[in-house]
């Protein structure tokens, strides 16, 4: 699930080579390039000791919107390890009415802390012994575990929900349990809920009805196989919900009214993905036979794979315009195949997550190559592993890591990237049949149990019959990724093929690797693996006929990041190669030769004709970050093709309009055709390559902007990306413009209009800023006006908006609205931030007022 955002890349290089038999290294050390990432450190963080098995858990929860607390009952069913008189389970704020043996109604005493409750149990309890803890407790979430998503209906625009996110040890903010990755159980789970609302939990429904003398309706949800607590969920709200069995599996499909005729897009191939994962891996769908899915507004990951449940942010969810562009993929494939890989078999501890993600992010790819091709693969792969290396730019850890802070550190591109690249190694160095054995391996061995990574070493060295200590050691337990610097010699049908390993060897191991070099000749090519173990290494080959280029790795299979000059030849034979990738990393290293004519000219063909997307994407990057070194001709040109006649893509239709925005354009020959180039784009096919057209109107003509955009404003799309545009070109020219308008001027008159609405919208948000920015050319007969919007969001349910209304007061404020702040100023519930602004707006107004006088 959880994704962070670090920064910087060093772009991967790609590298020349040769193949062939190895030599003795020469004794020159090659030169090390330091680094200022560093390795992080901390405290070995080791879970709690079980003592207690938990085998089933009931739970009966019913909710108070207005309080947004939790009112619940749970019995949970425990078995002794070993000789005892207490008994720790996991409650973070709640309060409990009672803890008591369910079997023989006894009371207990017990402590609570901030995480933990110790029960003092009547009597010694010995291995194997058990007992029904019940618990009676109301519960109030910060915010963490289940949250309460517009619970008093205060946004108009907004629906009331409640979700939960128990991952990593978040649901006992709301329930108590056992809260450790480690532990396993069955479940049932009653949600009492106005029979307006719809549910979601884990399982099977197996009944829904209002039970006599209460006004609610209870759904019963029972979940038979056991699994992990952090799996636990939750979800209500008003939704369609379209079921749909194949096979055995029964999918139920959640889906807000507005988005009910699209979900065969919006879901699309979830069957198809289910049954991939049972034909590749030999293990059938591990849990009762239901899959659903829902999305939920507000939510802080994108998916989590909740056993039969998985919850999805709302934005997964779109109309047909917009599947046009998007796809819910890879998500979707994420958080199906973690049935397996993280519910199926579990990480131990949190040191452990990448054994869950890792794979996760691994089936993504795999899934991408079965339904779209070796392309696509290949290109997710590649930029995995570029995320990862922005990332380890700033820091290296090893992928198994006990010196977190807190989990969350944990969900990071080491987990998920890196993990799923340090797998495709492994298969790649096992082969296909050891590969998929080992997986097989993998889910029946640890089925419905808790692993780390040298089970993973034992399956896979079972299966292979090979010691793989070398891998684990470097790929999972040590810090970083190499720097292979390569140079190579050709001489006719003879190269020498030198490899240096140029990392900090002080901080990160010398690598093994056995990548693959392509061999290219003159009517042909051929593949040959090669070993990489020392700082120096070479490799002399010999052919039939002359060698024009060698390849190292020509698919990145190997996580390492590449270093190398390139002639100007041999990087324009390799804007031309057949090989994707070849292409593609060529592409990042074109800009060093942009003064060359033929390499211009190539990427300007690349842009127009290349058979792969990414590569034209790329291709328009060049041009755009060099728009001034290309013929104004054939920029423009290239600009104009862009269409989606000629390109489908609707990210590359998008890049190209950059191209016109970083042109030093003469305006007599061409701003006539560009203003109605960029007018045609702002009406695409593509909501955001229109959204984008917008934004580039406001850039180049921003006197016109209102004109343009016009049409447009009113206009509903995927997130509301066009009136997010729109309301940021406004303001924008706004800006730029500095005239003096009122409410008669268009421009000011559109960006009233967004400002005005209410509700938790971006561009209403971005509207309200631009008027604060922009105060001073505002005609003062309007500023009373604007005033109000203002005080109309004093009372907002969301921080931003109110603090924001502040801000506007600052500006637009007067004497008359002190006794208005100074009111809200007395009210307790007022957050510290809020209150300290409230202070400031009214120290301004009055200053401003008595400065006035």
């Excluded at 994704?3 to 080579?17: D, K, T």
């Excluded at 000789?83 to 402590?111: G, H, N, P, W």
């Excluded at 298969?427 to 097989?440: I, K, M």
């Amino acid at each position: 699930m959880k994704n962070v955002s670090l920064v910087v890349v060093i772009l991967a290089i790609m590298a020349v080579s040769s193949c062939g038999a190895l030599r003795n290294a020469e004794p020159v050390e090659p030169v090390t390039i330091l680094e200022d990432w560093i390795i992080p450190h901390g405290p070995e963080q080791v879970l709690r000791e079980l003592t207690w098995d938990l085998h089933h858990q009931k739970l009966h929860v019913r909710f108070d919107f207005e309080k947004e607390q939790v009112i619940g009952t749970t019995e949970m069913l425990f078995s002794s390890e070993r000789s005892q008189s207490e008994l720790v389970f996991d409650a973070k704020t709640m309060m409990f009415d009672s803890i008591y043996d369910v079997r023989r109604d006894r009371i207990f005493e017990y402590v609570q802390d901030s995480a933990i409750v110790t029960v003092h149990l009547d009597r010694e309890y010995t291995a194997g012994d058990t007992l029904v803890l019940g618990i009676s407790f109301v519960s109030e979430p910060p915010q963490r575990g289940l949250y309460f998503i517009n619970p008093r209906g205060e946004d108009p625009v907004k629906p009331t929900q409640i979700w939960t996110l128990g991952q990593p040890e978040d649901n006992s903010f709301w329930f108590p349990t056992i809260d450790h990755p480690a532990e396993r159980t069955t479940q049932e789970t009653w949600i009492s809920v106005p029979d307006h609302f719809q549910t979601l939990s884990n399982g099977l429904l197996i009944d829904s009805r209002i039970l006599p003398g209460d006004t609610l309706r209870t759904d019963y949800w029972r979940l038979h196989q056991p699994h992990t607590p952090y799996l636990f969920v939750l979800a209500v709200g008003e939704y369609e919900i379209t079921e749909d069995k194949k096979g055995d599996i029964l999918y139920r499909y959640y889906i807000e009214p507005e988005f009910a005729d699209y979900v065969s897009d919006i879901y699309k191939n979830t069957d198809t993905m289910v049954r991939f994962i049972e034909e590749v891996t030999g293990v059938s769908y591990p849990w009762d036979p239901v899959y659903a899915q829902a999305p939920v507004h507000g939510f802080i990951a994108r998916g989590m794979e909740n056993t039969t449940a998985t919850l999805l942010y709302d934005a997964v969810q779109f109309d047909k315009r917009a599947a046009q562009d998007l796809s819910n993929q890879d998500l979707i494939m994420h958080e199906v195949v973690h049935q397996w890989f993280g519910n199926l078999v579990t990480c131990k501890d949190w040191a452990n997550l990448p054994l869950n993600e890792g794979f996760a992010n691994y089936f993504e790819s795999a899934f991408r190559q079965y339904v779209n091709g070796q392309d696509e693969y290949l290109w997710k792969n590649h930029n995995d592993r570029l995320r990862y290396f922005e990332e380890a730019g700033q820091y290296r850890r090893p992928l198994i890591f006990s010196q977190y802070q807190i989990p969350e550190d944990m969900y990071d591109r080491h987990t998920y990237q890196k993990g799923g690249q340090v797998l495709r190694m492994l298969h790649d160095y096992l082969g296909d049949t050891l590969w998929w054995e080992g997986v097989n391996l993998w889910l029946e061995r640890h089925a419905f149990d808790a692993v780390d990574v040298f089970d993973l070493q034992s399956v896979f060295q079972d299966v292979s019959n090979r010691d793989l200590s070398f891998f684990i050691d470097q790929w999972f337990l040590e810090p970083g990724h190499p720097y292979l610097e390569i140079s190579h010699q050709i001489s006719g049908n003879r190269a020498v093929l030198n490899i240096s390993q140029i990392h900090d060897a002080d901080r990160q191991p010398i690598f093994t690797l056995y990548p693959e070099v392509l061999i290219v000749y003159e009517n042909g090519a051929k593949r040959e693996r090669i070993r990489i173990d020392k700082i120096r290494n070479e490799y002399l080959f010999k052919a039939d006929e002359n060698i024009i280029d060698i390849v190292v790795d020509p698919e990145r299979v190997q996580l390492a990041q590449y270093f190398r000059d390139i002639s100007a030849s041999t990087l324009f034979n390799r804007l031309q190669s057949e090989h994707m990738l070849v292409r593609a990393e060529a592409l990042s290293m074109a800009g060093d030769f942009i003064e060359y004519r033929n390499i211009r000219k190539r990427i300007s063909e690349m842009a127009r004709n290349d058979p792969f997307w990414g590569i034209r994407l790329s291709a328009y990057d060049l041009v755009s970050d060099f728009a001034v070194k290309f013929d104004p001709d054939v920029a423009v040109n290239l600009a104009f093709h862009a269409t989606y006649e000629n390109e489908q893509h609707y990210q590359v239709r998008q890049r190209a309009l950059d191209i016109l925005r970083n042109m030093e354009l003469p305006v007599s020959a061409y701003m006539e055709d560009v203003k109605h180039h960029v007018t045609v784009m702002m009406a695409d096919t593509s909501y955001f390559t229109a959204a984008y057209a917008i934004e580039t109107a406001a850039e180049l003509f921003p006197y016109d902007v209102a004109e343009m955009v016009e049409p447009y404003a009113g206009m509903d799309s995927y997130q509301d990306v066009i009136k997010n545009a729109a309301a940021t070109a406004l303001s924008g020219s706004l800006t730029v413009t500095q005239d003096t308008v009122s409410s008669d001027d268009k421009l000011l008159h559109l960006l009233l209009g967004y400002a005005s609405e209410p509700g938790d919208k971006v561009y209403s948000y971005i509207a309200l800023s631009g008027l604060i920015e922009n105060v001073e050319i505002i005609k003062k007969a309007e500023q009373p006006g604007i005033a109000k919007l203002y005080v109309n969001r004093l009372n907002d349910p969301y921080q931003r908006f109110r603090l924001l209304a502040l801000e506007g007061l600052s500006r637009y404020g007067t004497a008359e609205h002190v006794d208005l702040l100074n009111e809200r100023l007395e009210k307790d519930n007022l957050q510290n931030e809020e209150r300290r602004a409230l202070k400031d707006v009214i120290r301004v107004i009055e200053y401003n007022a008595r400065f006035a006088d």
